[in-house]
């Protein structure tokens, strides 16, 4: 019960500090910073259910080695969160997020396990690229596909993929009969973490500098339009936190990342393999950011473009908030709607790759019951079953909460049927906190 | 008014029906360049079901359009704006979610070089267009949920004027707007018949409407009572013609006029 607690007080405390605004200052920063205090909110939720699990486990939740790998366990769902969120900003929903997973991995799977070694040799470089490539065109596919029954013959969403769940999970059994399809092709395997699927120490500070510039350069940017159209701009001193608050989560990221080493045996092999002695205190390799968390991250990244930054975006929260008046406008809603699911459908294929990678192997079911975790993150991230409301960062926030709960769970040793319990919990909480915070916020 | 000759539009014997309801049945109106057609007529006569054939939110069962006296296709939304046909709807048909300038350029959105959206430019312009119908108008950044009815209204207005239309409904404009900004649309409409632009405005209330238009259409129960020149007829025998669809001798009868024996 103990943890229950915890998963929920933080989402209490998003409510109580935007509702009453302590004194003048706080609420002249957050004006100044023009920060969202609903985003603001989660990442203190976020904040208290990982310092909670630490005291919990004794010190075992906020390490390096554990934080790695919730990052990486948390890619898949994430990427998928990212789609899902356009989903249901038009009203829609997709229940077959876990069964396009399941079957675009195992089409994957046997592209590069049986097909391609047979047609391109045994180890050409581009099987795991060409499989990829496949994985992403049959999930683009089976997104159109539903996309157009939706659109076009009016069936709705949740009936579309309700069917969709079931045929996609019953198709992947086709592929082998049933039989899990291992192992996955070595470069392949990069796309799903571990030692080698990681970008090290110095890549890791490149990456975190990029990102630091990028933070900069989006900040001066946003400053020059403002001026260019003598709009307000923020004060100088809170550019100047944003950017410093923005450094120190990237700064700290990396830090984490490349404070994970490698484990002893893999090693020593790579010393053994590379002609390197084996030092007296053993060799420390740092992991760095992982290649599915990169992944995650620039879906992330492209995803927010699109949902802002280009007219298909600004179509779909259109007719999220009122799709008559986005059709009167002469948008053309049924190809949004069809651009929406093939897009869904590409993400699962990448969500395929992280996870089958990860797996090294493709099962029957793999999947299962993602779609649920995936919804929950897009709706515990701030996306309105309502239509019309959402952010791609803020459900990737969501998927990180969702994982962190789990993550913790297994960590105090909390048996699986119970973790459902929690969850389940956990989201109804959330969404009903949301509801209060949106009613007070109007 | 320099082409007198021909209309710039012309709907002839236009029908639509709702399942067994006939919402508008063998309906003919025109418009010429400059000129401001009020339509009136009771709630449910029919009127925003006939310009929403024009402005391609509806289909027609039955009968022509003729724009600048060619037969125009219009099937969709985008059809009549190609035509220069904009629309302010009875019902705003604005999206809640979204701030004043992406409404006003929802569709039609202006673009960086880089194909991305210029919001900077939109929010200019859009400051600008609103800044000349509703001077009071500050609340640019918040979605429109937020706004009054008024200023919802004049979202809505700024949004049909913001594209060189030629041909302009406006479905009730003023419904829901006080004194002042109702002034301003007036002020507006007269402006719009300067430049030439031929307006349809669709009202229930004559009052609103009769020192504005050069000519009037009265629908009833779906059908045309008549049309006459706002000089060649009083309010009182409109509102007759609204009530009753008594046509008086000043005005042409159509094929709703009261049989008289
Ligand atoms: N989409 C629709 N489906 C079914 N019936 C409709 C639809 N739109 C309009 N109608 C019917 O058509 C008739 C005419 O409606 P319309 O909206 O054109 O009236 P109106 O003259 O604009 O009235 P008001 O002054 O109240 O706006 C009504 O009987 C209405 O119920
Ligand atoms: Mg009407």
Redesign the pocket.
Known sequence: MADMTHSTTPHASETTTTARPEGNLVARFFRATEIDTRMLGMIGALLIIWIGFHILTGGLFLTARNLWNLSVQTASVAVMATGMVLVIVTRNIDLSVGSILGFTGMIMGVLQAQYLPQLLGFDHPAIWAVALIGGIVVGGLIGTLQGFIIAFLSVPSFIVTLGGLLVWRGATWFVTSGQTVAPMNPSFRLMGGGAEGSIGETWSWIVGIIACLAIVAAIVNARHQRKRFHFPRRPLWAEYVLAGVGFVTVIGAVMVANAYFWPINIARRYAEANGIPWPEGGLQIPHGIAIPVLIAIAAGIVMTFIATRLRFGRYVFAIGGNPEAAELAGIKTRWVTVKIFALMGVLCAIAAAISTARLNAATNAQGELDELYTIAAAVIGGTSLGGGLGTIAGAMLGALVMQSLQSGMVLLGIDTPFQRIVVGIVLVTAVWLDTVYRARAK | MTDQNIPLVEMKDISIS??G?H??EKATIDLFPGEVVAVL??????????I?VLSGA?RRDGGDILINGEAAEIKNPRDAKKYGIETIY?TLAVADNVDAAANLYLGRELRTKWGTLDDVAMEANTREVMGRLNPNFRRFKEPVKALSGGQRQSVAIARAILFDARILIM??PTAALGPQETAQVGDLIKQLKREGIGIFL???DIHDVFDLADRVFV?KN?KVVGHARTQDVTKDEVLGMIILGKVPPGAVPGPGAMKVA
């Not at chain 2, 007529?41 to 006939?50: I, Y």
């Open positions: 709702f399942g309801i919402a508008v007529g009771h709630n449910g006569a029919g009127k925003s079901t006939l929403k509806y009875q479905d009730e669709i009202s229930h629908m779906g």
